[in-house]
């Protein structure tokens, strides 16, 4: 069974950065489209960024477009969230996921889930 584990998080004022970090216990989900999502508190988990197999294509949701830049290594079988320009409302735990078809934003289509690991935005 593939585990994903996230690391990363932590408490940032508005405006600062964090880089999260997604390993993969093993390397078959190199072939797979992957996806970072979000749940804040009170909120439903909601889509942030996919990115595909080999790191060509990315698409973002349009509350972290030109904020946010997904990427992936699949030597080190990890994918990364690069988050800048943070706001309070980016508050959650940030969970990735490893995707059916590159694009897919809907949570339930998503297998092999993270733990996930809090961000905090402060004002």
């Known amino acids: 069974q593939v585990q994903l584990s996230e690391s990363g998080g932590g408490l940032v004022q508005a405006g600062g950065s964090l880089r999260l970090s997604c390993a993969a216990s093993?390397?078959?989900?190199?072939?797979?489209?992957m996806g970072w999502f979000r749940q804040g508190p009170g909120k439903e988990r909601e889509f942030v960024a996919a990115?595909?197999?080999?790191?060509?294509?990315?698409y973002y949701a349009d509350s972290v477009k030109g904020r946010f830049t997904i990427s992936r290594d699949n030597a080190k079988n990890t994918v990364y969230l690069q988050m800048n320009s943070l706001k309070p409302e980016d508050t959650a735990v940030y969970h990735c996921?490893?995707?059916?078809?590159?694009?897919?934003?809907?949570?339930?289509?998503?297998?092999?889930w993270g733990q996930g690991t809090q961000v905090t935005v402060s004002s």
């Open positions: 996921a490893a995707g059916p078809t590159f694009g897919t934003v809907r949570a339930g289509k998503y297998d092999y």
């Open positions: 093993e390397p078959t989900l190199r072939i797979r489209p």
């Open positions: 990115v595909s197999w080999n790191d060509d294509s990315t």
